[in-house]
């Protein structure tokens, strides 16, 4: 007997993903047996307002299904094809620095004009600057009133955003040298942007969204795996010209810093728990997907938008090219995804739950 048009269609539709189900199914990394390493306290945080800008130092951040809240919600992008703009391109725009005021809910965004001459936070009132207010939490009502709707797009992936007025960001053109939008997502939002690769349905088991950010919500990183990287750019650089460098853990944008345990034992986390100082037996998970293979972004000084010719690239291509899934880029910082929310503090815990050897990434940009 004939199949049908649309048996026939089943048929050929589960021949080609039952194979590709499977493979994520069991190529999700397993937990590892073995002792678990004390908890390690929370040493800073922080948040990137605005995606490939300055970032911003607070002591205390609300964890979201989609980051830290206020992290990424932001992006600059090209007009008129609204594709998001990064400092892998354009150093300088380290130098937009967003601040954010909790008594008023504003966040204030201010640059050099030209791009030229700003790297102290002390400097951004001078009359040099450029910038403008917004909400930080803008209602629904607010954006529709000010902003219109695009399709942003980041790296392979396009998603609804909203739009500021060029009334607000017309005096950024200049600063880009070509002409440019400012674009929201809420971290709620109808049309959330689904995470790829690692963090996807089929290898998260759940479905999981971020805002702006280039792959997962949350990086975390440990400072002892920074002073160790440090010590080698030292011992290649010189006393001098490592203090010349500038070298600090900003350079890899984290949003969570740790003390850390041996350095680089971060690289086998699998699950995390962390919690605030005022309530340590109660805390709030989230899935370590995978390592954050990094590009030329930690040669630029985030204080001056200035790129280095070599370093911290040239030595952490030399060692910490660790992950079978992309071996040709060297690797900091551990990506989660929150499995719940809550509040982070500095003073509080991490707590490594689970543990693997089977971490592998995934491309998904």
């Known amino acids: 007997m004939a199949l049908s048009n649309t048996s026939q269609a089943a048929i050929i539709t589960t021949a080609f993903f039952l194979p590709l189900i499977t493979y994520f199914v069991y190529n999700r990394p397993q937990p590892a047996r073995g002792p678990l390493p004390p908890p390690t306290p929370i040493i800073d945080l922080y948040i990137y307002p605005i995606?490939?800008?300055?970032?911003?130092?607070?002591?205390?951040?609300?964890?979201?299904?989609?980051?830290?809240?206020?992290?990424?919600?932001?992006?600059?992008?090209t007009y008129p094809d609204f594709k998001f703009l990064t400092i892998r391109n354009l150093a300088k725009m380290t130098l937009i620095r967003p601040s954010y005021d909790a008594e008023s809910d504003l966040l204030t965004v201010r640059a050099p004009r030209g791009g030229e001459g700003l790297s102290e936070a002390s400097e951004i009132e001078n009359e040099e600057t450029i910038g403008?207010?917004?909400p930080a939490h803008p209602t629904q009502e607010w954006l529709q009133e000010n902003c219109t709707i695009v399709d942003a797009t980041v790296w392979r992936t396009t998603t609804p955003a909203?739009?500021?007025?060029?009334?607000?960001?017309?005096?950024?053109?200049?600063?880009?040298?070509?002409e440019v939008r400012l674009v929201y997502k809420p971290p709620v939002s109808e049309s959330p942007r689904a995470l790829v690769g690692n963090g996807s349905k089929e290898m998260l088991g759940r479905e999981a969204s971020t805002c702006f950010a280039d792959l997962m919500p949350v990086l975390v990183g440990?400072?002892?795996?920074?002073?160790e990287l440090k010590n080698r750019v030292i011992k290649a650089e010189g006393e001098n010209g490592a203090e010349k460098l500038a070298f600090d853990v900003r350079r890899f944008r984290p949003n969570i810093l740790v003390r850390g345990y041996e350095p680089w034992a971060e690289d086998r986390w699998l699950k995390i728990r962390l919690s605030s100082p005022?309530?340590?037996?109660?805390?709030?998970?989230?899935?370590?997907?995978?390592?954050?293979?990094?590009?030329?972004?930690?040669?630029?000084?985030?204080?001056?938008?200035?790129?280095?010719?070599?370093?911290?690239?040239?030595?952490?291509?030399?060692?910490?090219?660790?992950?079978?899934g992309i071996n040709f880029k060297p690797c900091f910082g551990m990506l989660c995804v929150p499995a719940e929310g809550g509040e982070v503090e500095v003073g509080g815990k991490l707590e490594v739950v689970e543990m693997t050897d089977g971490h592998r990434y995934i491309a998904g940009m």
Request: net charge positive; hydrophobic share 30%; glycine share 4%.
């Open 222 to 227: 440990c400072e002892s795996s920074i002073e």
């Open 278 to 324: 005022s309530n340590q037996e109660k805390g709030f998970d989230l899935d370590v997907v995978a390592r954050c293979a990094r590009c030329h972004v930690p040669n630029v000084d985030p204080e001056t938008g200035k790129a280095h010719k070599r370093q911290p690239w040239d030595t952490l291509m030399k060692y910490r090219r660790v992950d079978p």
């Open 162 to 178: 909203y739009c500021y007025p060029t009334t607000l960001t017309a005096p950024f053109n200049d600063f880009f040298g070509k």
């Open 51 to 77: 995606k490939s800008c300055h970032g911003i130092s607070v002591p205390k951040a609300r964890l979201l299904p989609t980051g830290l809240d206020l992290d990424r919600q932001w992006m600059w992008v």
């Open 132 to 134: 403008f207010e917004i």
